[in-house]
């Protein structure tokens, strides 16, 4: 089984939630990103990072300095990225996405809720933890 590091950013709770039902579902425990560094992405073989649609349409910044340190180290990593939105489609993802795969990273799914995850997003993010793990 792949050791998966699920880090996440979140303001008011909902992207947490989707982290630790994903880290439930890849065996392991969702870690705050300020918890986690870039010196750490050696011990995994595989990633998530959860951040919000924060800004307009960004990533906390905090969240994308972590982020654009990792990047250089995920290599071939799979690497998922997900996190919660309101009133917007999406583009913070799309940014995202691009800008990690322009820095190398091999991003495998993006995945995206409004708000709070309902059960098809509960499901979804389970399927994307066993995907990751195995
Ligand atoms: C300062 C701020 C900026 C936000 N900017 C956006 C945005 O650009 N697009 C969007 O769809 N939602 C935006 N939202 C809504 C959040 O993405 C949404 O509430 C999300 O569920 C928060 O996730 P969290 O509970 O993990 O913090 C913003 C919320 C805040 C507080």
Do not use: H
């Amino acid at each position: 089984m792949s050791k998966v590091a699920v880090v996440y950013w979140s303001m008011t709770g909902n992207t947490e939630a989707m982290a630790k039902e994903l880290a439930s579902a890849a065996g392991t425990e969702a870690i705050e990103s300020s918890e986690f560094s870039a010196d750490m992405c050696d011990q995994y073989d595989a990633f998530a990072f959860g951040c919000p649609a924060m800004g307009d349409e960004e990533l906390d910044p905090d969240f994308e300095e972590l982020f654009n340190d990792c990047a250089g180290k995920l290599g071939q990593k799979p690497t998922a990225l997900f996190g919660s939105y309101d009133w917007g489609t999406g583009d913070w993802m799309e940014t995202w996405k691009q800008n990690a795969e322009a820095e190398g990273v091999n991003v495998i799914e993006t995945f995206i809720c409004n708000l709070e995850p309902d059960d098809d997003a509960l499901e979804a993010l389970r399927g994307l933890g066993a995907k990751l793990s195995a």
